[in-house]
Antibody, heavy 122, light 107 residues
């Protein structure tokens, strides 16, 4: 059974870089699938941040692309998110998830990590 | 970017009744649509993918239909554990986009 767990600082200062890690258990991330990040501001809906294929190819939300980097660490069976120059608008619960697909499509997500709240404040 | 619009924003339903939730895409997404359920304090859970295929372990009272730009999630007989927020997501094109959600509340 695949499980995902987010980790990282819960508080980040404005203008700094948000860094989160997703640790995957029950499946080797280098074997297949996409691996994605999604966020949810308090009381609001879901926003896709980006996905990385097991080969390392990345896909980012154009609204965040200039600030986002997603990478794989296959030795630790983890993937990570870096979001630079954060502001209060980046305060959200950040989820990692496995991206599933059919040929010719992009991702739906299953399963998801439990999420981690990141607050941007000085 | 494909915009996903869900309606209504809030749906008031009595236990045991049918709930019908709608999701509209700004352009065709074929059948590349997923539905998720989210309860307070929890991560979203996949219910449906491919517009109509139930995910593993999802009860048969959940069904999805539609293609192109119009989609429906139906809960045939609402149970107490079904009161939650439901999101649709298109995966026909990058960037992936979600609808704003429908909150199903007890009438």
């Amino acid at each position: 059974q695949v499980q995902l767990q987010e980790s990282g600082p819960g508080l980040v200062k404005p203008s700094e870089t948000l860094s989160l890690t997703c640790t995957v258990s029950g499946y080797s991330i280098s074997s297949g699938y996409y691996w994605g990040w999604i966020r949810q501001p308090p009381g609001k809906g879901l926003e896709w941040i980006g996905s990385i294929y097991h080969t390392g190819s990345t896909y980012y939300n154009p609204s965040l692309k200039s600030r986002v980097t997603i990478s794989l660490d296959t030795s630790e069976n983890q993937f990570s998110l870096k979001l630079s120059s954060v502001t209060a608008a980046d305060t959200a619960v950040y989820y990692c998830a496995r991206g599933q697909q059919q040929p010719g499509t992009s991702n739906w997500f299953d399963p998801w990590g439990q999420g981690t709240l990141v607050t941007v404040s000085s | 970017e494909i915009v996903m619009t869900q309606s209504p924003a809030t749906l008031s339903v009595s236990p045991g009744e049918r709930a019908t939730l709608s999701c509209r895409a700004s352009q065709s997404v074929s059948s590349n649509l997923a539905w998720y359920q989210q309860k307070p304090g929890q991560a979203p859970r996949l219910l449906i993918y491919g517009a109509s295929t139930r995910a593993t372990g999802i009860p048969a009272r959940f069904s999805g239909s539609g293609s192109g730009t119009e989609f429906t999630l139906t809960i045939s007989s609402l149970q107490s554990e079904d009161f939650a927020v439901y999101y649709c997501q298109q995966y026909n094109n990058w960037p992936l986009t979600f609808g704003g959600g429908t909150k199903v509340v007890i009438k």
